[in-house]
Nanobody, 121 residues
Framework: QVQLQESGPGLVKPSQTLSLTCTVSGGSITTNNYYWSWIRQPPGKGPERIGSMSSSGSTSYSPSLKSRTSISRDTSKNQFTLQLSSVTPEDTAVYYC?????????????WGQGTQVTVSS
């Protein structure tokens, strides 16, 4: 059973960089055909894809967030990390990490529980 767990600060000041880590257990982030993703849901809005990293380490970002987003990984710890720079209160959201399976008809098949991040001074 694959499990994902987000970790990081719940409060970030405006203009700072938001950094979250997703720790994966029960499966390797280097296994082919999976994309390790970050998704967020602002209050009162629908979910928004932030970006993803493939099993080979290539990245893909949402065009609206690309200039502020970086996803990296530590394969020795089976973790991947989101950094979102120059945050504003509009970046307040529940942030999720998830696995996208290219084999499972293109679906997110495992999710973390989500972590609330509030941007406020």
């Amino acid at each position: 059973q694959v499990q994902l767990q987000e970790s990081g600060p719940g409060l970030v000041k405006p203009s700072q960089t938001l950094s979250l880590t997703c720790t994966v257990s029960g499966g390797s982030i280097t296994t082919n055909n999976y994309y390790w993703s970050w998704i967020r849901q602002p209050p009162g809005k629908g979910p928004e894809r932030i970006g993803s990293m493939s099993s080979s380490g290539s990245t893909s970002y949402s065009p609206s967030l690309k200039s502020r987003t970086s996803i990296s990984r530590d394969t020795s710890k089976n973790q991947f990390t989101l950094q979102l720079s120059s945050v504003t209160p509009e970046d307040t959201a529940v942030y999720y990490c998830a696995r996208f399976s290219a084999a499972a008809a293109g679906a997110y098949d495992y999710w973390g529980q989500g972590t609330q991040v509030t941007v406020s001074s």
